[in-house]
C-alpha cells in the first residue's frame, strides 16, 4: 500500500515526506498487545509495510494515521487513515 499525496507549491516547498502518526490495533484474542504491530513508511515514497506478520486472528483490526508534510517554510500537513480489517 502507497500513501500519495499532492503540494500545489513549486520547488522545495512542494516536496513532501510521509511518517506515521499513529497506529491503533484491535485485538481478537486474549493477551496480544498492540505494540506486536510495527509498521514502516518510507519517507519519500510513502509506501507502507508491515516488519511484523500481521495476522487476522491476532488482530482483528489494525489502523494506521499517515500524515504527509511538504517542505514549507511553514510546513502544513495532511493526513489519511488506512485500515486493515
Known amino acids: 500500500m502507497t500513501a ?3 503540494d500545489l507549491d513549486l520547488g522545495d516547498n ?3 515526506r510521509y511518517v506515521i502518526g499513529d497506529v491503533t490495533a484491535r ?3 486474549p493477551g ?3 505494540d506486536v504491530v510495527k509498521l514502516h513508511v518510507d519517507a519519500c515514497s ?3 509495510r508491515a516488519e511484523t506478520v500481521l495476522d487476522r486472528e491476532t488482530h482483528s483490526q489494525i489502523d494506521v494515521i499517515v500524515l504527509a508534510i ?3 517554510i511553514q510546513p502544513q ?5 488506512y485500515a486493515w480489517r
Open 14 to 16: 512542494a516536496r513532501l
Open 4 to 6: 500519495t499525496a499532492t
Open 77 to 81: 500537513t495532511g493526513s489519511t487513515i
Open 46 to 48: 510513502g509506501k507502507l
Open 27 to 29: 485485538c481478537a484474542t
Open 70 to 72: 511538504d517542505n514549507g
Open 32 to 34: 496480544c498487545t498492540d
